[in-house]
Nanobody, 123 residues
Framework: QVQLVESGGGLVQTGGSLRLSCAAS????????MGWFRQPPGKEREFVSV????????FYSDSGKDRFTISRDNAKNTVYLQMNRLKPEDTAVYYC????????????????WGQGTQVTVSS
């Protein structure tokens, strides 16, 4: 089992920045892909970003590219999502997820999920 705990969400004005963190409880953190997903109110969960176990491969959604940066510190068992130039449409509950199998944009392949952290961007 892998336990994931997100933190760093909050209220920010348009154009501001936030850094989300996800701490993982696992003995094999460096071997698993870590993804970020978000669920806006009233909408389905959507892909944001993913990073490979060694940090060598990253992918971003169209909405996240050029504004978001995913990274990980395997010594701390933590993955981060730096979000800059935030927009009201970024408002959502953000979830981190772990995959022991593949690096993917598809939420269905992820084995473990955090509880989520709320990000609210004011208009």
């Amino acid at each position: 089992q892998v336990q994931l705990v997100e933190s760093g969400g909050g209220l920010v004005q348009t154009g501001g920045s936030l850094r989300l963190s996800c701490a993982a409880s696992t003995r094999t953190f460096s071997t698993i892909a870590m993804g970020w997903f978000r669920q806006p109110p009233g909408k389905e969960r959507e892909f944001v970003s993913v990073i490979s176990g060694n940090g060598g491969t990253t992918f971003y959604s169209d909405s996240g590219k050029d504004r978001f940066t995913i990274s990980r510190d395997n010594a701390k068992n933590t993955v981060y999502l730096q979000m800059n130039r935030l927009k009201p449409e970024d408002t959502a509950v953000y979830y981190c997820a772990a995959s022991e199998r593949v690096l993917s944009r598809n939420a269905r392949v992820y084995d473990y999920w955090g509880q989520g952290t709320q990000v609210t961007v004011s208009s």
